[in-house]
């Protein structure tokens, strides 16, 4: 609990740093655009996150209907919603997972069954997240947006290396089981040569058995084909939902006049790969940085300061909030720790 709220300080650190370089140089000039916004085109850029969150859980949804019948599409919202939180507050965003396996264990689904549903919808995040970062990738080299900005354009391609490699390693891992076994084996005897791994027989047994539990989700989700393939389709609309919103807060700022779907959606998934990789809870800071770097090549001045803290606020904050009262509201106290705890026995 005491690492939750150090990087709540994080955050709240990393937030008003940014604020105060965002208002500066030029306080006035922000204050007034951000009072001229208008408030019509705000309401539906938060319908349009609403929105991103439905498909997001319809997606969630699927699977867990799978193993847990008379589960209920409200409580799926509500797992979505408090996993905005726990993300938002955790580095890499590692704490979601392991409080909707508690949430889920709460309502009678077996912890390892709770992790089935958690890798399954992870590697179906990952598959709608990498056919948009190369469909991006493709509207870039076509049209150029960001030639310009060589830093940002290296980062954004770790970013998607790194995805890349995860959903790689995610896929062979899930079909195919002696890969598996010969690439664990290989790499700890190769890290205890070296003097990095202790116990190697126990590292090699656990992560037989993490590969094994990999793999059988695999083999599960080729048993059920339709509610995989939906799966990708709402996360692909859930993500293309999201990363067309900035246009949406644009048009509230009046500072759309250089924005279209296709740079939008191109500097929107940059910014969401980009981030996916920053070590920091929320993302912080890099985030807001590879926005200011990728939408500062179609806005400028006091209005690009004003679109990124609505944006931020949309998207990170408010969900963020919305999930803590939610997660309070349905649990006593104790509940962070218990899931932790769950989180650790699960793993071991």
């Known amino acids: 609990m005491k690492k939750k709220w150090i990087n709540v300080v994080i955050i709240l650190v990393i937030t008003v740093g940014f604020l105060w370089w965002s208002l500066k140089d030029n306080f006035n000039e922000v204050v007034g655009t951000l009072l001229a916004s208008n408030i019509g085109w705000i309401l539906v850029s938060l319908l349009a996150f609403f929105v991103y969150l439905i498909f ?37 965003s590692s704490g979601g997972q392991p409080m909707q396996i508690y949430e889920l264990k709460k309502k009678g689904v077996p912890v390892s069954t709770g992790v089935n549903i958690e890798v399954q919808a992870y590697m179906m995040f990952q598959i709608a997240m990498m056919i948009l970062a190369i469909l991006s990738v493709i509207f870039d080299q076509i049209f150029h947006f960001f030639e310009y900005v060589p830093v940002l354009q290296s980062m954004m391609i770790a970013g998607f290396v790194i995805n890349l490699v995860i959903l790689l390693a995610l896929l062979f891992i899930s079909f195919s089981k002696n890969f598996n076994k010969t690439v664990v084996r290989g790499v700890i005897n190769a890290l205890a040569k070296v003097g990095l791994v202790r116990n190697k027989k126990a590292k090699i047994e656990k992560w037989n058995a993490a590969c ?7 083999r599960e989700l080729l048993r ?19 990363y067309l919103l900035p246009i949406l807060i644009a048009f509230a700022i009046g500072c759309a006049d250089n924005l279209d779907v296709i740079n939008t959606f191109t500097a929107s998934s940059y910014v969401f790969v980009m981030g996916c990789y920053v070590p920091i809870p929320g993302a912080s800071g890099g985030m807001e940085a590879g926005f200011m770097g990728f939408f500062g090549n179609f806005v400028e001045g ?15 904050y408010l969900p963020m909030i919305a999930g803590a009262i939610a997660f309070n509201v349905h649990n006593g106290r104790g509940a962070i720790e218990e899931a932790e705890k769950l989180s650790k026995a699960s793993s071991k």
């Open 302 to 316: 006091a209005a690009l300061n004003v679109f990124v803290l609505i944006w931020r606020a949309i998207t990170y």
């Open 56 to 92: 997001d859980t319809l997606s969630t949804y699927g699977i867990i209907k799978i193993y847990k019948k008379d589960i209920t599409f409200r409580f799926v919202l509500y797992l979505g919603i408090i996993n905005k939180f726990f993300c938002g507050i955790t580095p890499l």
């Open 224 to 242: 059920n084909k339709r509610v995989f393939a939906r799966g990708v389709c709402y996360q692909l609309l859930a993500l293309i939902i999201y």
């Open 212 to 218: 094994k539990n990999y793999y059988e989700n695999g």
